[in-house]
């Protein structure tokens, strides 16, 4: 919706910075409608963030540029990993935080939108490669053959597996009830319509300009994940990696119940007998196609650990392009230009972050303590 109208129409700063509207007297005044908080992005950390700042009784305008929540959120597996192996040490605190978070989360996502977010709590299998020689780090169980048949009767045994007690959740229901909840809570909505800069006016953030109009308010948060360096006049070192994934109908509903990561594939399945296979981490750009290969890999992959699974029908596969940053860290916190933010650059932990982007983000825009060290995270660091 282009609520601001004809009069906004301004695309380009004065003096390569500066919109049309006078410096010299506030853009807020006049009958045109502003937003307390202007959120570029509907992936799940954007629709997250702008239901946090709704129910703080901010006037919230999502900005996406195409469809809200059919990005990387749309194609991610949904695995809520925060275990020391696999996330840095300087974030471990937020994503723990966050995944303690997801119970109360999801179950307020499918209260307010009548959505079933599909949050599963049966924990993940991990089977080791010969390389790891059968250690698991030390907040895993490790599984003798007897144990794991109990879990996982169609698995065939690994040599060494162990159980990481994890969720898992599907986030294309999530950011469905994100999206719904975000609407019945009043946040407007721009969709279609890719923002292309922030705009400043004496060194503050008064809007955003996209490529049909322009928008009004004294803070923006860019949460726009692998496009968020393309926004003007900041860029962000943002990248996107593909991930292609493959997903399969089971032949019974119940044949897979745990997440089950090996080192060739990892198989993510959901209460409606769907079963993900994936995923891959490319450097390929913009570029969201699928190929054959890998597809046939993924599905070489699962039948060897779970047989039955020849018998599975092939529903569909996709790619996703998840934001991820030089360092491998999100990007949180405010810019160098006062009213200007950034949540982006989770990488493969967009889903796991979420609900604890938004609580610590909301501080930020509030100028509250936000409980944790986001030092390490700021993008001033670039």
Known sequence: MNQAGDDLRSRNHCSAERPRWPCGRSPYNGGVKTWDTIVIGGGIIGLSLSIALKKRGARV?????????????????GMLVDWPLETPSVLQPLAAASARMYPEFAHEL??????????????TICIASDDENGHSPQTAGALDRSALADLEPALIAPKHSFYLKERSVDPRGLTAAALQTAKRRGVDFSS?????????????????TTARTSFLAPQVVN??????????????????????????????RGLIKHVIRSPKAY??????????????VEEAGFDKRTDA?????????AIQLVPQLEDARI?????????????????????????????????????????????????????????YDLSSFSPVRF
């Open 293 to 301: 290969a890998t597809m046939q890999r993924f599905h070489r992959a």
């Open 192 to 208: 279609g319509d890719p923002v292309l800069a922030v705009n400043i006016c004496d060194h503050q953030i008064i809007g955003a």
């Open 110 to 123: 499918e209260v307010e939108s009548g959505i079933k977010v599909d949050l599963r709590d049966f924990g």
């Open 267 to 280: 198989l993510i399945p959901r209460s409606d007998g769907r079963l993900l296979v994936g995923a891959t």
């Open 315 to 371: 529903l569909g596969d996709w790619a996703g392009l998840r934001p991820g940053t030089p360092d491998a860290l999100p990007i949180l916190g405010a810019t160098e230009t006062p009213g200007y933010y950034v949540a982006t650059g989770h990488f493969r932990d967009g889903i796991l972050l979420a609900p604890i982007t938004a609580e610590v983000m909301t501080a930020v825009l509030e100028g509250r303590e936000s409980g």
């Open 61 to 77: 305008l999502l900005i996406e540029r195409g469809e809200p929540g059919r990005e990387a959120s749309h194609a991610a597996g």
């Open 223 to 252: 949460c726009a994940g692998a496009w968020s360096g393309q926004i003007a006049p900041r860029p962000f070192p943002t990248r996107p990696v593909k991930g292609q994934m493959l997903c399969l109908a089971m032949p019974s």
